[in-house]
């Protein structure tokens, strides 16, 4: 029988090596001290690299025995998600090894603690934090060939509920990867279905409120049925997948991708492929997609581009515009550009992550890398036409405008500092810095609220959340109703009447508050609730809910 080695074995080799070392020199007098101690560290690193090479072969001898036939051969997931350390980034510190010991509850990850023994499980989780050897490709083909469109799947011709279908409202919870669907006015659970691992994005709604589409961070895009309360199919889109966007038509879902360097087309009907767009600059240098978002009055998708100082826009209309005659008009005939999906790329004059438009969606303001300030492009002309004043990485996706006096203005958290920012959307000037208890990520309102809710999500004071006057621009309440833990992320029913809090929390729950008195109505028990989303906010584009 042959036993393997632990790493505890290989220490003990390494150990005995530099002891032999040692004697050689203390016996051999022929052995000046600069060989003695030239062979002492060749051998030492040569012992090393040969207990790491052996670590790495038992870590993968031990996934292709235990975690392939779930995770995948080449580790980019199958039944269960993608093991790459672009997925596992959310998992830091002792987390990996711990969900290898003890698994994951609710879920099909069972424990291998009496598998494998502490150090074998120290070596898998240390491997899979390791890079692949060489980018994986993931095209057409690949992603036509994990689509699965559930046979017991049967559309209806109306809600098998009796709620108003414009009021319901899905709370996404990671805890245990599921979906509670609300009844906006009673606040009773319809449904809770499971999703695909690590959902990251928000869920987007097709144009009649109808079918949700659900991403998550390993690239499956799931389509659920809200009126029949059951899941139409799934497709892995990506490897590594950053958001989704839906087109104004409903005709297409967007998945902006990390690995591959690609954006993905989706037909919203059933989940085929209409294009994969490789991403690279008109230098062609390759680009991660940061994310991807919907501008329906110009019938495109605007991506942000992780790698590249350049906007792209990719037009799904039936009469794009048109490039190299004029900077964007429509026109029919000789000009007409072939391809159904044609791309604009924009340069810009810095990397811009994080994207917020205004309601015409002529203007596109970005945050700029560095955290300290932002841009505003005119995406008719193509240029930048004014500096953001927006120190400490504005959080620019969870903004909100609403009229203040004469004008527009909009909101936004800051990831770094305790500040949020208000700003006029004529001048692009900073009417306000208001201070905070500390960094937050989400903002919400409505248009039927005086009041506008931000969270503090990071630091010793992530159970506040901040009340805000609309026009005073004055915090007028602070709550906290869940001391110590994290109470982040706001959504509105859809007449605005009451507001949605989660506990973001394994043991968390969903509080309803009424939205006028500020007071407390219910609880609602939920694992993990992180985001909430009303269909009728989301697809009206509500000025109170981030696009």
Avoid at 62 to 74: F, L, M, Q, R
Avoid at 289 to 294: K, L, M, R
Avoid at 324 to 329: S, T, V
Avoid at 416 to 436: A, F, L, Q
């Amino acid at each position: 029988m042959i036993r393997r080695i632990s790493f505890f074995d290989k220490l003990c080799l390494l150990s005995r090596t530099v002891q032999f070392v040692a004697c050689v020199g203390a016996s051999g007098d022929r052995i000046c001290n600069k060989k003695k101690q030239g062979i002492g560290l060749f051998l030492a690193s040569t012992a090393f690299m040969a207990a790491g090479a052996m670590a790495q072969a038992d870590a993968q001898t031990d996934y292709a025995e235990h975690c392939a036939s779930c995770h995948g051969e080449n580790r980019l997931g199958g039944v269960g998600p993608a093991l790459i350390p672009e997925t596992l980034k959310r998992m830091r510190g002792p987390r990996v090894a711990a969900v290898i010991a003890e698994g994951r509850a609710a879920t099909q990850m069972p424990a291998f603690s009496h598998e494998l023994d502490a150090l074998q499980i120290e070596e898998l989780a240390g491997w899979l934090k390791s890079p692949l050897e060489s980018d994986p490709e993931w095209g057409e083909a690949d992603i036509m060939a994990s689509r699965i469109l559930d046979e017991d799947y049967t559309p209806v011709d109306a809600p098998v509920w009796d709620s108003d279908p414009m009021n319901i409202t899905l709370a996404v919870e990671t805890g245990d990867h599921h979906v509670s669907v609300l009844d906006g006015d009673t606040f009773e659970v319809l449904d809770r279905f499971e999703t695909p691992f690590a959902v990251h994005g928000g869920p987007k709604f097709s144009p009649d409120g109808r079918y949700v589409f659900i991403m998550s961070r390993d690239g499956w895009v799931q389509k659920y049925d809200i009126w029949a309360l059951k899941q139409v199919g799934r497709v892995r889109a990506g490897l590594n997948s950053r958001n989704i966007a839906m087109s104004g038509d409903g005709k297409w879902v967007a998945v902006a991708n990390y690995l591959p360097n690609s954006l993905t087309l989706l037909s919203t009907e059933d989940l085929s492929v209409a294009t994969v767009i490789e991403v690279k600059s008109k230098k062609g240098v390759p680009s991660r997609v940061s994310a991807v978002y919907q501008a329906p009055p110009r019938e495109s998708f605007v991506l942000a581009l992780k790698d590249v100082p350049e906007i792209w826009e990719v037009f799904y209309g039936a009469n794009p515009p048109q490039f190299g005659i004029g900077h964007d008009f429509r026109i029919e005939g000789q000009f007409k550009n072939p391809n159904p999906f044609p791309v604009r790329k924009i340069t810009t004059p810095d990397y811009l992550d994080d994207f917020f438009f205004d309601q015409s969606y002529e203007f596109v303001m970005g945050a700029s890398r560095d955290g300290k300030g932002g841009q505003v492009i005119d995406l008719v002309i193509g240029h930048k036409v004014a500096d953001l004043d927006l120190p400490g990485m504005p959080h620019l996706g969870s903004g909100i405008t609403w009229k203040h006096g004469d004008t527009t203005v909009m909101a936004t958290p800051h990831l770094t500092d305790g500040t949020v920012s208000v700003i006029d959307m004529e001048s692009w000037e900073t009417v306000k810095r208001i201070k905070t208890e500390g960094p937050g990520f989400f903002m919400r309102s409505h248009e039927n609220s005086p009041y506008v809710w931000a969270d503090v999500f990071f630091g010793p004071n992530k159970d506040a959340m901040h009340v805000i006057d609309k026009q005073s621009l004055e915090i007028v309440k602070t709550l906290h109703p869940a001391p110590g833990k994290t109470v982040a992320h706001v959504e509105f029913t859809k007449d605005g009447s009451h507001a949605l809090v989660s506990i973001w929390e394994d043991d968390g729950a969903v509080i309803v508050y009424d939205a006028q008195t500020l007071e407390e109505v219910l609880r609602l028990p939920m694992r993990k609730p992180s985001g909430k989303y009303n269909v009728w906010n989301k697809i009206t584009f509500s000025e109170g809910t981030s696009h």
